[in-house]
Nanobody, 120 residues
Framework: QVQLVESGGGLVQAGDSLRLSCAAS????????MGWFRQAPGKEREFVAS?????????NYADSVEGRFTISRDITKNTVYLQMSSLKPEDSAVYYC????????????WGQGTQVTVPS
């Protein structure tokens, strides 16, 4: 099992920046990819960004956040970050951290989520 705890959400103004953190614990050696997803009210949960964990640090981003958000990791702290810049009202959502283990094709482990609100 892998446990994930997000932090760093809050209420910010359009154009501001915010950094989310996700601390992982448990069987982190089994993790292959860490990711961030988000879900706005009435919408499906959507992919935001991902980064390789044990090994490659290759990153991927949703088109909607490319160039504004940066995902990074600190293996020594078992923590993944999402630096969000130039925030827009449409970025408002609950942001979830997720982990994919090396023996799975999907993200199996999820955090409880952290709210990000950007008023229009």
């Amino acid at each position: 099992q892998v446990q994930l705890v997000e932090s760093g959400g809050g209420l910010v103004q359009a154009g501001d920046s915010l950094r989310l953190s996700c601390a992982a614990s448990g069987r982190t050696f089994s993790v292959a990819t860490m990711g961030w997803f988000r879900q706005a009210p009435g919408k499906e949960r959507e992919f935001v960004a991902s980064i390789g964990w044990n090994g490659s640090s290759r990153t991927n981003y949703a088109d909607s956040v490319e160039g504004r958000f940066t995902i990074s990791r600190d293996i020594t702290k078992n923590t993944v970050y999402l630096q969000m810049s130039s925030l827009k009202p449409e970025d408002s959502a609950v942001y979830y951290c997720a982990a994919r283990s090396s023996d799975s094709i999907s993200f199996r482990y999820w955090g409880q989520g952290t709210q990000v609100t950007v008023p229009s």
